[in-house]
């Protein structure tokens, strides 16, 4: 990288401003903690360190992960982020927060409501939304596989609602492919895969292991 250009971005980088709680207990939107004008808005871009960013880990940020959920929580009950491409993004959120219920209770209200999506599933509200449909798919993933934290995390927002069932061919980050199959809301099996072999770490309720791949693991593997 140029080095000139690299200053000028570590020197841009050093002004923005660290993450801060709101007097609610939220994440400030802005710089200052203002009152939201309308609270239950569709749009949630302070959001995005948790996702599609990866600013947070919930296992140790507490304070920081009670912020982001109580933003989501102030939106969602004023409103917002129940259809169209938020209802989408805020599937991920709660995946994200490891809040399995409420991925899936947000997933539902985005497909029962009627003005989400037309008969043949295309998602719209004024007009196709694709990044609706592509999110909405993305989501339900989400609550199945996370990679994000170094590790690949198995089952991370498992809903209370799907507590047997099965995915395939789901992608992990470092060139891993996982099937994965659960039982009565615990893992049976999963499958790791690599086209380049390589030791990959996998976690499960709270554990995480360090593997040869190709590999089978099961709930019994973390005990």
């Given amino acids: 990288m140029d080095q000139a250009f690299r200053e000028e971005l570590e020197l841009?980088?050093?002004?923005?401003?660290?993450?801060?709680?709101?007097?609610?207990?939220?994440l400030q939107e802005w710089s200052k903690d203002y009152e939201e004008v309308e609270v239950g808005h569709r749009h949630f871009s302070h959001l995005f360190g948790l996702f599609p960013g990866n600013l947070i880990d919930?296992?140790?940020?507490?304070?920081?992960?009670?912020?982001?959920?109580?933003?989501?929580?102030?939106?969602?009950?004023?409103?917002?982020?129940?259809?169209?491409?938020?209802?989408?993004?805020?599937?991920?959120?709660?995946a994200r927060l490891g809040n399995g219920e409420k991925a899936y209770?947000?997933?539902?209200?985005?497909?029962?409501?009627?003005?989400?999506?037309?008969?043949?599933l295309f998602n719209?509200?004024?007009?196709f939304q694709i990044d609706g449909n592509l999110g909405i798919t993305s989501g339900i993933a989400e609550m199945l596989l996370q990679s994000h934290s170094g590790a690949v995390h198995l089952l991370p927002a498992l809903p209370p609602a799907l507590p047997s069932g099965e995915a395939r061919g789901l992608l992990a980050?470092?060139?891993?492919?996982?099937?994965?199959?659960?039982?009565?809301?615990?893992?049976?099996?999963?499958?790791?895969?690599?086209?380049?072999?390589?030791?990959?770490?996998?976690?499960?309720?709270?554990?995480?292991?360090?593997?040869?791949v190709p590999a089978v693991l099961s709930a019994s593997d973390f005990a």
């Fill in 12 to 26: 841009a980088l050093s002004r923005l401003l660290p993450f801060q709680i709101g007097s609610h207990g939220q």
């Fill in 58 to 94: 919930i296992r140790t940020q507490h304070e920081l992960a009670a912020a982001y959920q109580t933003s989501l929580e102030r939106r969602q009950e004023n409103g917002g982020g129940t259809r169209g491409w938020p209802g989408a993004w805020c599937v991920h959120f709660w």
């Fill in 105 to 120: 209770w947000t997933l539902e209200s985005a497909m029962r409501h009627e003005t989400s999506y037309y008969s043949n």
């Fill in 124 to 127: 719209g509200r004024k007009a």
């Fill in 173 to 212: 980050r470092g060139g891993f492919q996982v099937d994965i199959c659960w039982r009565q809301g615990q893992l049976d099996q999963a499958v790791i895969r690599s086209a380049a072999p390589r030791p990959c770490r996998v976690r499960y309720r709270g554990r995480t292991l360090q593997v040869p």
